[in-house]
């Protein structure tokens, strides 16, 4: 179990790392980064589509009666166009999405701070205010529009740092909770 728990503060800090470079690209560019991603989003769900009508077309004859590949690849191309058509409602749908992300996390910490103060580690209180403060990066995200995109990229990247100091105090603390 403290093997996996571990691994788990490890995978937590990679991914806050992952996060806090998104941070700094949405900064450095918001409108853009938020286009690319709705257009990788699009053109996924085309190529997606495509490889579907193909393996459809591939299998044809051969259990048509459980065939839906020509449905689901028609319907992820009609997704990938819209998509792309209508970026800008997919760019503010990623910026929730990444803020509901950002309150998940919050409201894990907030159930590790209960642990570590049952477990009577000091760095509890020290964690509760990293909780909250991401908790507080979660709903800014969430509810400020696209149109202040750095305070977006700047919020992700203080939540990803608060992340990381958070997860080497889980880190530090592992042994502890055995």
Same mark, same amino acid.
């Not at 839906?68 to 792309?84: D, H, K, R």
């Not at 209960?114 to 909780?131: C, D, H, Y």
């Not at 990381?164 to 603390?173: D, Q």
């Given at each position: *179990?403290?093997?996996? &728990?571990?691994?788990? %503060?490890?995978?937590? /800090?990679? !991914? ?9 690209? $949405? ?6 980064? @938020? ?6 989003? #699009?053109?996924?769900?085309? %190529?997606?589509?495509?490889?579907? =009508? $193909?393996?459809?077309?591939? +299998?044809? #004859? !051969? ?6 590949? *020509?449905?689901?690849?028609? =319907? +992820? ?5 819209? !998509? /792309?058509?209508?970026r800008e409602t997919i760019a503010t749908i990623f910026r929730i999405i990444i803020?509901?992300? /950002?309150?998940?996390? #919050?409201? @894990? ?5 209960t642990k570590l103060k049952s477990l009577n580690i000091n760095e509890w209180k ?11 990066? %979660? ?10 995109? *750095? ?5 992700? &990247?203080?939540?990803?740092? *608060?992340?990381?100091?958070? #997860?080497?105090?889980? =880190? ?7």
């Amino acid at each position: *179990m403290e093997e996996f &728990l571990k691994k788990t %503060g490890w995978t937590s /800090i990679i !991914t806050s790392v992952i996060t806090a470079i998104i941070g700094i690209a $949405i900064i450095g560019n918001p409108a853009a980064i @938020m286009h690319v991603v709705a257009y990788i989003l #699009g053109v996924s769900f085309i %190529g997606f589509g495509i490889v579907k =009508l $193909i393996s459809y077309f591939v +299998a044809k #004859g !051969t259990y048509d009666f459980y065939n839906y590949e *020509m449905i689901f690849g028609i =319907l +992820a191309i009609i997704i990938g166009i819209v !998509t /792309i058509a209508y970026r800008e409602t997919i760019a503010t749908i990623f910026r929730i999405i990444i803020g509901i992300w /950002i309150l998940y996390s #919050g409201l @894990m910490r907030l159930g590790l701070v209960t642990k570590l103060k049952s477990l009577n580690i000091n760095e509890w209180k020290g964690a509760l205010v990293i909780a909250v403060l991401i908790l507080i990066c %979660g709903i800014y995200v969430i509810f400020k529009g696209s149109s202040i995109g *750095m305070a977006i990229g700047i919020a992700i &990247l203080i939540y990803s740092v *608060m992340d990381i100091v958070e #997860g080497v105090i889980f =880190l530090r603390n592992v042994d502890s909770i055995f």
